[in-house]
């Protein structure tokens, strides 16, 4: 993998092939999905943590996906989270061009902060940058989101659309296509990603195909007060908002000590939080830096008890999105 | 009824009783529950119709309700929209107080927008005024979805709170009661009320207890959506949240010609609507007064093309909710 590596980075300072305009780094954020109630339709952007991604033009058609970590990937890069939506790019263009992928992968996969949608939106943003811009984040946000469908066989977009505009996000619907940028809200994110695997095509099959009428209209009220929360910046609405009657008592099951950790981050201060997408990762909003870093400190005390490895990460909400280095 | 009606009308001028300044008229307006895809979380304040409402304390713990107009009334107050609030207001007041009332109805029972909630919103404000402004907007909601459940068996306050606050409301939550204030949008509202009786019980009970998850993850979209685009004063984003998967494709089973009447307002400019509450009354919101007027007639079309009688409304969203006169 050093190899791929190096040639890459040898292309960056290159006249050949597409020439040293041909060639950008991206940064790729991790994005929070859900936010407790708003399954598949809300999502958040944060700083921390961020794949790096390097892209190159080439001057043929085919798209090449390399890892810098020895993370082993699909050989077909339609297979790929980040090769899939070029793909579906190239499709859309006219020339005789390609692109050259090499990942930094940070964002451990599996972890439930978005780590295919980064790969899917660095691609694409990398992409559509060594183009010329020519396509709207509408069209970025359907290309990437076959790089979800690669990931979990659905396709969705609440940690594309984020990790693409930044912010929290609204997905109105998918079919059509209805994005709504809410807002940036001045707050502090801990997330704990503890070290067991929750497959999010799993974490899928266990929800129920029907819930009960009664409690759809809690879940869709604490959307809408999430939502007001977020654009009236009323932050105890948006604490008093993240509950859901629907999801989290069925995937929760798969986090040991979910129900203790939530418990103890409310009663040291959060706002609230719950499970970041599918899982395993648990986010919790903080007003403070300090509360935030008291719940960083209940979250490595609950898993180090139970024996179970694990990450945090403080971090703030990330309002730019996938990052173009100059 | 005449005689009820002149009796209380002249204690108003009478320094008997509670006195000259213990005597109060309201308009109390009607409301759009639900708003699509908002069931049991969503509504919004009219200024027309309303009804007229005097109040008059009583130096004894009793509550009396009479109507202007002859309507009948139930003999126990406890059993009266109005008069049910106002019991449970009495239990929180110290002194030997009571309340008669004298409701000149407007708006039409049954009709789906709102009547029960303006008798019983349009009592516990009142009441509060001539009792100094003791209770808080969330208490008198407390007090007035007392009169909803002798209405139709079931507490909400999709009507009342915004008939208290105006503007459109969120109910983020009944248990425990969480309202949120939205805005109020400078839009016109259509609604027409065909001449069927659709009762607020029925239409409840026709409604499925399970929904498909994919369903409610549509509708919590629009919820959302419709929230956004109340705040963001995106009119295009609320008329393309007004879409129901769940409620409307079975009440609307109840309003003959109702697809045929939504297509069409919607095709003449309309930004969306649909059923007003539970029916059978259906609204259809327009940015300007031309669309309305031209929606206004497409509804008169449709009924009388049916031959179904019918009453439309033209008005404006109401700001304040129910009105003290001075």
């Known amino acids: 993998m050093d190899d791929n590596s190096s040639s890459i980075l040898a292309a960056a300072s ?6 040293g305009l041909g060639f950008i780094t991206v940064h790729a954020p991790a994005t929070v999905a859900n936010l407790v109630c708003g399954f598949d339709v809300l999502g958040l952007c944060l700083h921390e943590p961020y794949d790096i991604m390097d892209v190159r033009l080439l001057d043929e ?22 090769g899939a939506p070029l793909i579906e790019m190239l499709k859309e263009v006219d020339e005789n061009t390609g692109f050259e992928v090499l990942i930094h992968k940070r964002i451990k996969p599996g972890s439930g902060v978005g780590s295919s949608a980064a790969s899917a939106a660095g691609a694409v943003v990398a992409a559509n940058h060594l183009l010329g811009n020519r396509f709207s984040k509408e069209q970025l946000i359907q290309f990437a989101m076959f790089g979800e469908k690669v990931a979990s066989g659905v396709k969705h977009a609440d940690n594309i659309a984020p990790c693409i505009y930044g912010g929290v996000t609204l ?9 709504i940028p809410l ?3 001045d707050l ?8 067991i695997e ?4 799993d974490a899928r099959a266990i929800l129920k195909h029907n819930v009960l009428l009664k409690d759809a209209i809690k879940q869709w009220g604490n959307v809408g007060g999430l939502v007001a929360g977020f654009l009236k910046e009323d932050y105890e609405l948006i ?21 203790e950790l939530k418990k103890r981050c409310k009663n040291a201060g959060a706002l609230g939080g719950g499970i970041s997408g599918s899982g395993p990762s648990v986010f919790m909003l903080s007003k403070e830096e300090k509360t ?15 024996g179970i490895d694990f990450h945090t990460y403080l971090t703030k909400i990330n309002g730019e999105g996938v990052m173009v280095q100059r």
């Not at 935030?292 to 180090?304: H, L, S």
Request: no cysteine; charged share 20%; hydrophobic share 45%.
């Open 14 to 19: 290159s006249p050949s092939g597409a020439g």
């Open 61 to 82: 058609a085919k798209v090449i996906v390399r890892s810098a970590d020895g993370y082993p990937l699909p050989e077909d890069p339609a297979q790929n989270t980040a």
């Open 171 to 179: 997905i109105r619907s998918i079919f059509p296509l209805d994005i």
């Open 183 to 185: 807002t940036t809200p």
């Open 188 to 195: 502090f994110v801990t997330v704990v990603h503890p070290q």
């Open 198 to 201: 929750v497959k999010t095509a």
């Open 239 to 259: 604490g008093r908002s993240l509950e859901d009657f629907i999801i989290e008592p069925v995937r929760s099951m798969l986090i040991p000590g979910f129900d």
């Open 292 to 306: 935030a870093q008291d719940v960083a400190q209940i979250m490595a005390d609950v898993f180090t008890h139970l």
